[in-house]
């Protein structure tokens, strides 16, 4: 499974952005996929997921209320949108691709990566 991920830009604090992680290859749509990011000196982080079937989602309390994520198997397109963004929000984003739906929230749950695309803040 190749993963591509998007969307990311500069945005003022308050305002929304969404991220979209295009999946690619055998049995794509098939597959549970994550949304991480990772802040300067920080480690990487699960904010959303979503299992294959769309059925079931996680969300970091961190992000609940804020952040919704969706997918649309007919393209293999998981899109993050990102609501009231805030400073602590700024970071790199990358979706990561599990086979299963992870017990953990951990990245050793997934295994696929796509590259990260970078989300900053203005005030």
């Known amino acids: 499974v190749q993963l591509q991920a998007s969307g990311g830009g500069l945005v003022q604090v308050g305002g929304s952005l969404t991220l979209s992680c295009a999946a690619s290859g055998h049995a794509a749509s098939s597959h549970a996929v994550g949304w991480f990011r990772q802040g300067p000196g920080k480690e990487r982080e699960l904010v959303a997921a979503?299992?294959?079937?769309?059925?079931?989602?996680y969300y970091a309390d961190s992000v609940k209320g804020r952040f919704f994520i969706s997918r649309d198997n007919a393209k293999n397109i998981v899109t993050l949108q990102m609501n009231s963004l805030k400073p602590e929000d700024a970071a790199v984003y990358y979706c990561?691709?599990?086979?299963?739906?992870?017990?953990?929230?951990?990245?050793?749950?997934?295994?696929?990566w796509g590259q990260g695309t970078q989300v900053t803040l203005s005030s």
């Open positions: 990561a691709a599990s086979q299963h739906w992870p017990t953990g929230r951990g990245t050793e749950g997934y295994e696929y």
């Open positions: 979503i299992r294959w079937n769309g059925l079931r989602t």
